[in-house]
């Protein structure tokens, strides 16, 4: 089992489905913002310099049952199988894909004649470079690509948790806070879909950046503040 963050698990995800390699079970960690890759064991060595922890033996995962979708958990991508891992070289090159080492960062290097990937730090939040994402989607005169929605969906991924901040600093009851709510519920439940149209998928991302710029609404202070002393 190997563990990926959700910026490049969701897009790695995509890409495989689109080739139709074969998939073992792919459990989606909704709270850690991680998903979980079953793969055969003795394959440590193939992960080198991408942010991938193999979980071996010792290691121990809470997954939910197959046949649900919990809210607060998380739920299963691909189902659970006895007889189907996934493919090593197929996830390997998936997760370092165009879109994925675009938005993620990665850059090769060459060490002592082998050129290897490895991960290049970057700002969680990058707004310039997500919304030239979306323009591009957005362009009528371009034909949209699998690459397209690779990187639509790896950035509905960066942009979450920014616009789910900006919901939980709304007063409760507050209208804009409900439908701040349903558009990261519509992006949670497109996640776990196969193929999304690129037009709905950059018309999400667009609302998702909005908010995320927009950041924390300090509506209501959990502290009263002192008041100005008179004169």
Known sequence: MVRVPTAVGF????RLRVTENRL????YDRRGQRLYYAVPTATDDMWQGLPVRVLGKGSWLVAPSPCRSHEWFGYWC???????????DALRSALEC?????????????SEGRTMTTPVPLPAYDPTRIEQV???AQDPTQTPTPATRLALRAAVAVLLPHAIRHRDSLAPGDAARQYVG??????HAWQALVSVPVGPLAGLAAELLRYARQGPANLYPTVSQPRAPRH
């Open 78 to 88: 691909e189902l659970p199988t006895d007889d189907i891992l996934t493919c090593p």
């Open 182 to 187: 349903e558009t990261i519920a519509r992006a």
């Open 134 to 136: 979306i323009h591009r």
């Open 11 to 14: 897009p790695a995800l995509d």
């Open 24 to 27: 073992g079970p792919v459990l």
């Open 98 to 110: 165009g879109a994925a080492r675009g938005l993620l960062g990665l850059r090769s290097v060459t």
